[in-house]
T-cell receptor, first 114, second 112 residues
Framework: DAGVIQSPRHEVTEMGQEVTLRCKPISGHDYLFWYRQTMMRGLELLIYFNNNVPIDDSGMPEDRFSAKMPNASFSTLKIQPSEPRDSAVYFC????????????FGPGTRLTVT | QKEVEQNSGPLSVPEGAIASLNCTYS??????FFWYRQYSGKSPELIMF????GDKEDGRFTAQLNKASQYVSLLIRDSQPSDSATYLCAVSRYSSASKIIFGSGTRLSIRP
C-alpha cells in the first residue's frame, strides 16, 4: 500500500485566499484524522471521521475551517479565508478500529499564509 | 492545565545509555496510551502503545503506565544516534482509535 497520501506537500498563499488540502487514507481504514502542528501549540486534533461521518470537530479553530469526507478514499480540509496564523503543517492520518490507536500519518502539507 | 504534558527538552543522553521520557495526563478516564516518534521534518510514527498498568517491552523500548499517578513513561535502552528525535506522548479516553490527544513532545538527542 502507498500509505496515506496528502496533497499538496507545500502551499504558499496570500491572506484571504481559499486553501484546500487533500488526503487519501490507506485503503480499508475506517478512521480518518486531521491534525495541525505548530511549534507553539504542538500537534492538535482538528476533526476526525469514522466511516466517512464526522464524529468530533471540536478542534476546528473557527468557521473558516471546514472538512469533508465524501467517500472512503478521499477527504478535504478547507480554509476560507486563510490568515497568517493558519500557517502550520497539516497532517492527515488513518487507522483501523481494531488496531486500537495505530495511526498512520501522511507526509503532511506545509502551509504558509503570507 | 494541558491534557497531556511533557518536558520539551532537549534531553541529551550518551550513546549506549538509557533514555527516560516522561508524560502526565489530566483525564482520569483515559484508557489508551501511545508513544510516537517524529524525526525532524517527518510525520509521527507509532512505536509503543499500552493499555494496562505496568510495563510493556518491545525490543529496546519499554513503556510504563501508572494510572493512579496519571503517568506514562518510555525507556529506551542502549540508546543509538538514530533514536535522536522528538517523542510524542498521546492519550485516548476510548479503547479504540478515536480522539487521540498529543503532548507537545520531548526532543531527545543521543550524543556519540
Amino acid at each position: 500500500d502507498a500509505g496515506v497520501i496528502q496533497s499538496p506537500r507545500h502551499e504558499v498563499t496570500e491572506m484571504g485566499q481559499e486553501v484546500t488540502l487533500r488526503c487519501k487514507p490507506i485503503s480499508g481504514h475506517d478512521y480518518l484524522f486531521w491534525y495541525r502542528q505548530t511549534m507553539m501549540r504542538g500537534l492538535e486534533l482538528l476533526i476526525y471521521f469514522n466511516n466517512n461521518v464526522p464524529i468530533d470537530d471540536s478542534g476546528m479553530p473557527e468557521d473558516r475551517f471546514s472538512a469533508k469526507m465524501p467517500n472512503a478514499s478521499f477527504s478535504t480540509l478547507k480554509i476560507q479565508p486563510s490568515e497568517p496564523r493558519d500557517s502550520a503543517v497539516y497532517f492527515c492520518a488513518s487507522s483501523l478500529v481494531d488496531r486500537k490507536g495505530w495511526m498512520y500519518f501522511g507526509p503532511g502539507t506545509r502551509l504558509t499564509v503570507t | 492545565q494541558k491534557e497531556v504534558e511533557q518536558n520539551s527538552g532537549p534531553l541529551s543522553v550518551p550513546e549506549g545509555a538509557i533514555a527516560s521520557l516522561n508524560c502526565t495526563y489530566s483525564d482520569r478516564g483515559s484508557q489508551s496510551f501511545f508513544w510516537y516518534r517524529q524525526y525532524s521534518g517527518k510525520s509521527p510514527e507509532l512505536i509503543m502503545f499500552i493499555y494496562s498498568n505496568g510495563d510493556k517491552e518491545d525490543g529496546r523500548f519499554t513503556a510504563q503506565l501508572n494510572k493512579a499517578s496519571q503517568y506514562v513513561s518510555l525507556l529506551i535502552r542502549d540508546s543509538q544516534p538514530s533514536d535522536s528525535a522528538t517523542y510524542l506522548c498521546a492519550v485516548s479516553r476510548y479503547s479504540s482509535a478515536s480522539k487521540i490527544i498529543f503532548g507537545s513532545g520531548t526532543r531527545l538527542s543521543i550524543r556519540p
